[in-house]
């Protein structure tokens, strides 16, 4: 049995599947990791945690498979991608922690080259606009905190998302390269020339040194250490974990769309070999390269999504496990009027506004934990409408349907609900776990598992459609309502 390994490190948890050639998951592990919040709106990871969580869960997979290394054709990565880790040529040992995706840490800055009248340039250049979010702010930053700039010009200090930070360490430092769906979330990379721009790196002050090399999505990346795994392994596949997933879930015509349901939700459409600029507040970005040739894709990024439920775990105490909140809020049948905004850090596409703040809304005697449950829910699927509705006014077309995957995905209830807000249907594969698969699919057409992506293409298979049931008036009045609860969370936080 040949396998392909997928590592796909979360936001919140490390975990490696053993992907067989019918694109069947063979064994899986999981482990997650510790948030680390230092400041109101600051999220950061321990590098070390990452690296040791995905080790140990790649091993654990390959001996629940009863495999050896023998047993695999290639390695492939999809990662968290915003997220940023500096560390030293020499030594490998990171100099900070890394700063997270949904960090707002960067805020006064984003807002310092907005007032410079940079905003514009970083637009055209990247197909990004000038947010926390991004990893260019977060590599600054570090670098002025600890007074990094020299050695960093002169390489001694590497920067890169995480997906480089772990091919690093799985080659034994041979090797510093990313792929161009990762680079071109950094605010650093001129996603129509494929290369770093050096007029924006001037402007963060970010050496060019410092950066990996940017290579196509699927190809060579190396071989691990031999020690890793007991023989070296090719490291053939590398993606952003949205990317990953619209590879995954077969979305390769123009057109088509997908949404994971994560810590965050993340929507892409296939724009084809043109990066469509947006209008209403959504990003151009690489979605994937193959043979050097780009696939680009409107993306809206949303920034909590499974994460609220996190919350009402951990925060709210109302379920023990995040898995209990399906049947909590299944105990109404509605959200009673109640809206949830999660705008913990800020609000995503398409309104960026890092100064959002959560609130929860329409509260009355009789709101049970039931309606804050369903209204916790639902807000994920609202996020989404946001940003469809940007999409298909970016695209100046309706959507067909929508595919969609990640954890909150199995939820029936949510799915339903989201079909009935879009007024499309809803499409879920069999195989939910396409960010994995589709750093699998990267990883094994590079060396031959699959011919084409012809061949990913059948292996897509639906496990459930939902159908839309409510009406036009009954859609738009919910709607309305999310739209007065969002105006009221906008700008809450100072600057």
């Known amino acids: 049995m040949v396998y392909v390994l997928a590592l796909d490190q979360g936001t919140t948890s490390s975990r490696s599947i053993l992907f067989e050639r019918q694109g069947t998951a063979a064994a899986s592990a999981q482990e997650e990791f510790p948030q680390i919040y230092p400041s109101p709106g600051h999220v950061e990871h321990d590098p070390e945690a990452i690296w040791n969580t995905q080790l140990e869960t790649a091993r654990a997979a390959i001996r629940k498979a009863v495999a050896d290394a023998s047993d695999l054709a290639a390695i492939g990565i999809a990662n968290q ?113 494929l290369d770093w721009d050096d007029e924006l790196l001037g402007i963060l002050g970010v050496p060019r040194a410092m950066l ?73 970005t690489v979605g994937w390269v193959l043979d050097g040739q780009p696939t680009y894709c409107l993306e809206g990024s949303v920034f909590v999504g499974g994460a609220a439920v996190q919350w009402l775990r951990d925060g709210l105490g109302l379920i023990e496990r995040s898995e209990q909140v399906e049947e909590l809020a299944a105990s109404e049948e509605d959200s009673g009027g109640v809206y949830l905004v999660p705008a913990f850090v800020g609000l995503g596409a398409p309104y960026w506004d890092p100064y959002a703040r959560g609130l929860l809304i329409g509260l009355e ?94 292996n897509w298979a639906l496990d459930r459609e939902f159908e839309p049931r409510s009406s036009t008036t009954e859609r738009e009045h919910l709607a309305a309502g999310w739209q007065r609860a969002v105006e009221r969370s906008r700008g809450w936080a100072e600057p």
């Not at 772990?166 to 161009?180: P, Y």
């Not at 190396?222 to 007991?230: A, Y």
Request: a negative charge.
């Open 81 to 193: 991608r915003e997220t940023v880790v500096l560390w030293e040529r020499d030594s490998g040992k990171p100099v900070d922690n890394a700063i997270v995706w949904q960090s707002r840490i960067t805020a006064p800055l984003c807002e310092e080259l907005k007032q410079q009248g940079h905003e514009d340039l970083f637009r055209a250049r990247t197909g990004l606009v000038l947010d926390p979010y991004f990893s260019g702010t977060k590599i600054a930053h570090l670098l002025e905190k600890h007074d990094l700039h020299g050695r960093a010009a002169r390489g001694e200090i590497l920067a890169g998302t995480i997906d480089s930070f772990l091919l690093w360490r799985l080659t034994g430092g041979r090797v510093h390269a990313t792929d161009a769906s990762n680079a071109s979330r950094t605010l650093l990379f001129d996603i129509h020339r």
């Open 212 to 284: 990996p090399e940017v290579r196509d999505s699927s190809g060579d990346f190396g071989h691990t250490e031999p020690g890793l795994f007991g023989r070296p392994i090719k490291v053939a596949g590398i993606a952003g974990d949205q990317q990953a997933a619209t590879f995954g879930q077969g979305c390769f015509e123009r057109g088509m769309v997908k949404n994971t349901y994560g810590t965050g939700c993340f929507i892409l459409m296939n724009t084809g070999s043109r990066a469509v600029a947006s209008e209403n507040g959504l990003l151009s």
């Open 365 to 458: 005697r009789s709101t049970t934990a039931g309606h804050v449950a369903r209204a916790t829910v639902e807000s994920m699927a609202y996020q989404s409408l946001d940003v469809v509705r940007a999409m298909e006014a970016d695209a100046g077309a309706g959507m067909s349907g929508l595919r969609v995957d990640g954890g909150a995905a199995v939820n029936d209830d949510l799915m339903q609900f989201q079909a009935d807000l879009l007024g499309t249907r809803v499409q879920r594969p069999v195989v939910a776990e396409t960010t994995a698969l589709g750093a699998a699919y990267l990883a094994g057409l590079a060396t031959g598992v699959w011919a084409d992506q012809d061949d990913v293409t059948r």
